[in-house]
Structures are given as structure tokens and as C-alpha cells.
């Protein structure tokens, strides 16, 4: 392989030096929750939140990330920095949507068993929700990188923005349930997801559509089911070029950054499964309701 461009002349090398130093960190990150979850004997397999399923699909995000972070590419265009077959798309891809799912079921999770113990029946609702909609959204960047259609990278990216407003309603609905930390942490999540859902509908949907329009406007023939399969099995196009990588430097600079922290943080809540009830919003004089009261011996029971 050539490095001959890794200089600090080259945004992208800069750039890439970035992906990989946020990697290790995250990396470490992991390791001490590991760590820590061993420690404080968080290992009852069928706890409510399910510690070490928790874990388990947090590694599958941190360490998918961290792997497209060493090797990045933009699918459709079939770009990457590094001529290996670890850079083809099928690769990439499979990763990406492994890693993805994992990603969203720690949402469905976590708002689960927070709206059992709220007893907000929407909050429970809306995370059996967002798997199914991540799915579909997978099914069409997969379209989309068979084909090299920028349409399914529309649709995948718009469902993704649906899919977490939805999610920031239920944390909406969550906020005025919990007191203490909890309802900060809840507050910060609502922040952090305005911020992603508006990059989506601003920036990154607007992008592909427009990439989309001009490739139907030229009339730009697509790939067949097994044409784009064996395209995307077989090449790739290794580029160092600013101009290349400048769209996708954006998305991917937060997504495996900030979206990995948040992956971390719903890990973390495992550490504190055993508080939570605490945390349940109390009478207006400062009573704990029968309700509540029954809510948290149920939890604590599970």
C-alpha cells in the first residue's frame, strides 16, 4: 500500500488521523465499561437491561465503526483510502448494517424498559418501532450500494430522521417522569438528537437527493441485482483527493464520533440499572405514589 500521501499537506490524511485517534478512544472507552460492568458484578444475563447484551451490541458498534474508520470508503462512488479487499463495499457495507441494527436496538432497549418504569405506553411503543424502520432503512442503503442509486441513500437517511424524532418524543414523554441526573441525561439525549435529525434534514438528505436528481437528469444507467453485486464485490477506487472525500468528511467525522458516544452512553445506564427506580418522579408533596411504589418493586423483582 502506498502512504505516500499521508502528510500534513493532505486534509484527508489529517482527516483519517482523526477517524483513527477518536477509534482508539472509543475503544478504551469500551474497555473500561467492560471493566467496570465486571467489576461491579453486572453479569445476571437476564436483568432488565440485559447487561451483557448491552455490552455485546455496544462492541458490535464501537468496533464496527472503528473498522470503517481504518478503512473508509463511500459506498456508491466506490472510493476508499487503501487498495485492499477489506475495502470493498460488501465488506463495508456488511459491517455498517451489522453494526447499525446493534446501534438501534440498544435505543429500543433502553426506551423500553425506561417507559416500563415510567408506564408510558409511549415510550414502550415507539421502541418496538425503530428496529423495523432501521431494517427497512438498511434494505435501501443496500439498494442503493447494489445499484449505485442515490435514491436509496435518500430514503435510508430520511427514515433515520424519522426514526429519531420519534425517539426524541419518547424521551420527550420520559423527561417529566424522572428527577435527578436522569432527567438531564434525558435532556442532553433530546439536544443531541435535534442537532443530528436537523444535520440529516438539512445537509445530508438534501445531499443525496440532489445527487440523485443529477444522475436522472443525465440519464445515468443503474446496476442490475447481480451486475451491482459483483461491482461492489470487486472495486473499488482508492483516492486522496480532497474533492473525492469532501461530502462525506461531514457525516462521517460525527458518525463515528458523536454517534459512538452515544452508543457508550446507553451502555453505561447497565452501570446504574439498579437506581433507576430512584429516579422515578415522586408526588407533588415529595411522596412516593402507591403507583410508583408498585413500579418499583416490579422492576426490582425483574
Not at 484527508?12 to 467496570?36: M, Y
Request: with cysteine; net charge positive; glycine share 6%.
Amino acid at each position: 500500500m502506498n502512504f505516500d500521501w499521508l502528510a500534513w499537506s493532505n486534509p484527508v490524511a489529517v482527516w483519517w488521523g482523526f477517524l483513527l485517534a477518536v477509534s482508539c478512544a472509543n475503544i478504551a472507552l469500551w474497555l473500561v465499561l467492560h471493566r467496570q460492568f465486571r467489576r461491579n458484578g453486572h453479569w445476571n444475563g437476564w436483568t432488565v437491561l440485559r447487561v451483557e447484551l448491552m455490552l455485546l451490541l455496544c462492541a458490535a458498534y464501537v468496533f464496527g465503526c472503528a473498522f470503517r474508520s481504518f478503512l473508509p470508503r463511500a459506498d456508491v462512488q466506490r472510493i476508499c483510502l487503501f487498495d485492499t479487499w477489506l475495502s470493498s463495499v460488501l465488506i463495508g457495507r456488511s459491517v455498517a448494517t451489522v453494526a447499525e441494527i446493534c446501534f438501534v436496538t440498544q435505543w429500543a432497549i433502553v426506551l423500553r424498559q425506561l417507559g416500563r418504569l415510567a408506564d408510558s405506553d409511549a415510550a414502550r411503543n415507539i421502541a418496538g418501532l425503530v428496529v423495523p424502520m432501521i431494517a427497512v432503512a438498511e434494505a435501501c442503503s443496500w439498494y442503493a450500494v447494489i445499484t449505485t442509486s442515490y435514491l436509496g441513500n435518500t430514503i435510508e437517511n430520511s427514515l433515520w430522521a424519522v426514526t429519531f424524532t420519534l425517539i426524541a418524543v419518547a424521551l420527550l414523554r420520559l423527561l417529566v417522569d424522572f428527577r435527578g441526573l436522569l432527567r438531564p441525561a434525558i435532556a442532553v439525549a433530546i439536544a443531541g438528537i435535534v442537532v443530528y435529525v436537523s444535520f440529516l434534514v438539512t445537509i445530508d438528505v438534501p445531499m443525496y437527493l440532489a445527487r440523485w436528481q443529477a444522475d436522472t437528469s443525465i440519464g445515468k444507467q443503474l446496476l442490475g441485482l447481480s451486475a451491482g453485486l459483483y461491482d461492489l464485490t470487486t472495486r473499488w477506487v482508492v483516492t486522496h483527493d480532497l474533492a473525492h472525500w469532501r461530502d462525506e468528511i461531514p457525516w462521517m467525522s460525527l458518525y463515528f464520533s458523536a454517534a459512538v458516544w452515544s452508543s457508550l452512553a446507553l451502555c453505561s445506564i447497565g452501570l446504574f440499572r439498579d437506581r433507576l427506580p430512584g429516579f422515578c418522579k415522586a408526588g407533588p408533596d415529595g411522596s412516593v405514589t402507591e403507583a410508583l411504589l408498585d413500579r418499583r418493586i416490579r422492576w426490582i423483582r425483574s
